[in-house]
């Protein structure tokens, strides 16, 4: 039997199990340049007026470092520039992916049960890595024909789909070496993130040396794998032969999965696990202690990703009003995300929603943490002791409500303090600014209730309709502002009615209507979850 045995069948599995999440990653992911270039191709109509947009979003460092080298003024080169972003998502994406397919079975002891059937020891891995391939493959090409109906030329699109598919194919293979390393899920997601940052900061670095004129550190904007991946220069160069390299990259990481794959058993992971102490700490005595060891390092990691973010917004939110003041188009798409006052108040009320709408892919996965812990049946064990549900589900709901809280005060504080001293006002500007990150919280707390009302009533579905929810809340704050779409269809999403700060007038009854609301539906997920079989039938 061949160690690839099964690969076929296990493929389709998993594409029975993500038939709900994946066609939503890769219709959002699709989506993203193509709303771009819908919304820039009326804001900037012309050469003049999108080289003078670069020039603006070129000046300030912090923008060169996210976006990479400056491109040229055609709309195509404009967007491959600007969706750099949106390729780092996709390499999260098909990291995460491929471990939750392999890393993830592991620990639910799914893997072991599916080896004992006429399977390959590789076959895993492998429709793992297919199955990510694939998705990734679509997503490119859904990419390439949005970007053609945008009438930029068909060469640049391809070029440009085929590298955001790169990045999912890329780091998908990164997800699994990874996951032969550690033997828990979330520390092969950690290895697997650190070494996305890495690559992220070191193509930073080049190109913001590059731009500089900095010759002795240009060089890292090739450092792979990203580097390879921006400088395929979609709309200008056209470098198909980069996606060569990215090919043997590909195979060669593929190859280093394998061969460790064969290395370790199943369970375990090549780097040991530090052994625990004897007896349990005093403060692990109750479910709230369990539950921040289990939380911490996400919200660590999520605070420190938000303070970024928030040094992002002050330290350019002078600049972005400076743009946006020649612009009364581009005025008008912020004002619907961030309400009508100052240009500078706007546009930060905009990006902190934008901020809050990704706490609250925090918020999700903290609450279906529960579900975690139920399908690995980690919880049965420790509901038989003196542990009521109400306390165990209390404890994980702590992270899943006070946790996006305290990311958003990062933000806040960070982009409250970088923005005053711009400004020169710190007294005034810092408490206006983290106002507007706090404002966002009741949205976030809806979509957390949301998932624990469905965890505790139809657990099975928790995870599709947590990130479906999700996905609604992304596509209608972003893409549908810069389509225009109906006010009545925009109402859908939570964030929608969260008052526009700084800036705008605060009212209580859409916080209290919001809160209210996912005050319900919490008390509905834990009426269930102390109703039902623990795990589910």
């Not at 599916?114 to 429709?127: D, I, K, P, Q, W």
Request: hydrophobic letters at 55%; a positive charge.
């Amino acid at each position: 039997m061949s160690a690839f045995t099964g690969t076929g069948a296990l493929v389709r599995l998993i594409l029975r199990r993500d038939r709900v999440l994946m066609p939503i990653w890769v219709l959002c992911l699709a989506l993203i340049p193509v709303a771009m270039a819908a919304g820039t191709a009326g804001l900037y109509p012309t050469d003049a007026a999108r080289q003078g947009y670069i020039d603006d979003l070129s000046s300030t460092p912090l923008l060169s470092m996210f976006y990479g080298r400056t491109p040229g003024p055609s709309l195509g080169a404009l967007i491959f520039w600007r969706s750099a972003t949106g390729m780092i998502v996709m390499a999260l994406v098909g990291l995460l992916t491929v471990i939750r397919h392999t890393r993830v079975e592991e620990e639910a002891g799914r893997r072991e049960l599916v080896g004992s059937a006429v399977v390959g020891r590789h076959a895993g891995l492998a429709a793992a890595l297919a199955a990510t391939s694939g998705a990734s493959l679509v997503t490119g090409v859904l990419v390439a024909l949005g970007m053609i109906s945008q009438d930029t030329p068909a060469a640049g699109a391809f070029a440009m789909g085929l590298a955001w598919a790169a990045a999912g194919i890329v780091f998908a293979a990164v997800g699994a070496i990874t996951a032969q390393l550690s033997s828990g899920a979330g520390p092969a997601r950690g290895i697997g993130i650190v070494v996305l940052a890495l690559a992220f900061a070191l193509r930073a670095v080049g190109d913001v040396a590059a731009g500089n004129g900095g010759d002795g550190l240009a060089w890292l904007s090739w450092t792979p794998p990203l580097g390879w991946i921006y400088q395929v220069q979609a709309y200008e160069a056209d470098r198909w032969w980069m996606f060569a390299l990215i090919a043997v990259l590909v195979a060669a990481l593929a190859r280093v999965a394998f061969a460790l794959s064969a290395r370790r058993d199943i369970g375990a992971g090549l780097l040991a696990s530090r052994l625990g102490p004897a007896a349990a700490a005093p403060g692990l005595r109750t479910p709230l202690a369990l539950a921040w060891r289990l939380h911490r390092g996400t919200l660590y990691a999520w605070t420190a990703g938000l303070a970024v973010y928030g040094l992002l917004i002050g330290g350019i939110a002078k600049s972005a009003a400076d743009l946006m003041a020649d612009n009364r188009q581009l005025q008008e798409i912020m004002e619907r995300m961030g309400g009508s006052s100052a240009v500078s108040d706007v546009f930060i009320a905009g990006t902190l929603g934008l901020g809050a709408t990704a706490v609250s892919a925090y918020a999700i996965s903290a609450a279906l943490r529960m579900r975690g812990e139920e399908a690995g049946q980690r919880a049965e064990p420790l509901l038989a002791t003196p542990v009521s549900r109400a306390r165990w589900a209390a404890g994980h709901l702590v992270f899943a409500l006070l946790g996006p809280a305290v990311a958003m005060t990062a933000a806040g504080l960070a982009a409250g303090l970088t923005y005053g001293l711009s400004t020169g006002d710190m007294g005034a500007q810092l408490p206006r600014v983290l106002g507007g990150a706090l404002v966002q919280l009741p949205a976030v707390w809806l979509l957390a209730a949301l998932t624990v009302a469905v965890f505790g009533l139809l657990p099975r579905l928790a995870p599709a309709v947590g990130w479906v929810a999700l996905s609604v809340c992304l596509l209608l704050g972003q893409v549908g502002a810069a389509l225009r779409l109906d006010d009545a269809l925009l109402d859908v999403s939570p964030f929608t009615h969260v008052p526009h700060v700084p800036g705008g007038s605060v009212s209580a009854t859409p916080l209290l209507a919001l809160t209210g609301i996912a005050a319900a539906l919490l008390l509905a997920g834990l009426a269930g979850v102390r109703r039902r079989d623990i795990p589910a039938g």
